[in-house]
């Protein structure tokens, strides 16, 4: 796991200590990142986040799909937040706009929903070390 990925969204989640964090990361394991925590609630602040680590965050998406043999634009299509917004093809044009292009203003379903699977990511990833 990248450990600049790893180290923005604890920055994030704005905790005040590794227990509030550990505690914080546990409730994004079991409830989903949908619930809100930290900076991962609006729309402005999950977009922002995105665009700031997207590099990370597209490598992250790219070795998960590598690793259940699946294309990133059905990974990403298929998170449970755009499943119904990625029903037709403009949703799917949207989902590369922001991994292989440059994201438009209005890409904010799929840019949230690439911060929230970050999150959701490390949270996994640390709570499991």
Known sequence: MNENLIQAVKDALHCDDEEELMDTLQDVCTYGANNGFGSFIYYSDTCQFFLDNRRDII???????????????SLVAGFGC??????????KDEIGRAIYGTPADDDTQ??????WFALEEVARHLTNN
């Open 82 to 91: 755009l499943k119904t917004y990625c029903a037709d093809r403009e949703g």
């Open 59 to 73: 490598d992250l998406v790219n070795e998960l799909a590598d690793d259940m043999g699946e294309d990133v634009i």
């Open 110 to 115: 799929v840019m949230n929903a690439l911060a």
